[in-house]
């Protein structure tokens, strides 16, 4: 699941958060960095499990519903959305239990939220449109979860306002988790049931090694890289530089020398969107063009060995 987005993003954090620390231990960064990774796996299991909790609830006030009915000789209300089969499926996949099962914090700590949500989705046009449809099958009750997550919980200021008070890395990778939720909620298949494999943290050690190493070319070379900017941008006064667009550069650099399997464009291109979120209006075409400008230096001076041909 952690990519090579989320390990930037994250890169780009930590090493700013080393500057900023007077102690500078390079050993205490990286346990940091990659714990940092680790509450992004954490995030995501979280999020699932507020499909479950959302789940729970609408069988709770069901519960509620059908002893009214029962009282009052009426006919039962649907169970159509209480039993969703791809929620009941992921409430009890042995994977997300487990995780559930070592948490302090849950999504039944914020009942008032839950029910607020499952409100929400009751009075949304996807939800009316599925209890009225005649149909019925495991294929629309996943369907029904992936319309309902990206219209009601992707972009949700209440839900980010909550992960955001439980942990201070959350915030920050939501937007990515999302689309890892969704890419889970397409991956599930009836017949797996509850073994229904979850993505995994990492692809593979290939992940790992690369924010390993990226991480510490960037602070252990630094002087080095930094020296690359300064030959490529005489005329300009280093010190009115944004200190974050330094930091940017600095990791662009490392990964444009360190992996030959990355095209210059793809460095380039990924340093100068997290430029438009972490530094200031213009640093995104500043550090483009200063990033081109240093990449051109490094192969005509022999130091990087790629193509500066467009991929």
Known sequence: MINREIIRIKIVQLTYAYYQNGSKNIESAEKELFFSLSKAYDLYHHLLGLIVAVTKESRRRLEVLQAKAKREGTADPSQKFAYNRFALQLENN????????????????????????????????????????????????????????????????DIDSIIEEQSLYWNDDKEIVDTFVLKTIKRFEEKNSASQELLPEYDSEEEKDYARKLFRA????????????????????????????????????????????????????????LSKFYSTPRSAGYINGMLDAIAHHLVKTGKLLKSLKQE
């Open 218 to 273: 960037a602070i252990l070379n630094a002087d080095e890289y930094q020296r690359f900017m300064s030959e490529t941008s005489r005329n300009w006064d280093f010190s009115r530089l944004a200190y974050m667009d330094v930091i940017i550069m600095q990791i662009a650099i490392a990964e444009m020398i360190n992996f030959p399997s990355i095209p210059i464009s793809v460095t380039i291109n990924e340093f100068v969107e």
């Open 94 to 157: 042995k994977q997300l239990c487990d995780f559930m099962e070592t948490q302090k914090h849950t999504w039944a700590d914020e009942p008032e939220f839950i029910g607020r949500l499952f409100e929400q989705i009751e009075q949304s046009q996807i939800y009316k449109e599925y209890m009225e449809s005649e149909e019925d099958d495991y294929a629309l009750d996943r369907e029904l979860w992936r319309k309902l997550y990206r219209t009601l919980i992707q972009e949700n200021e």
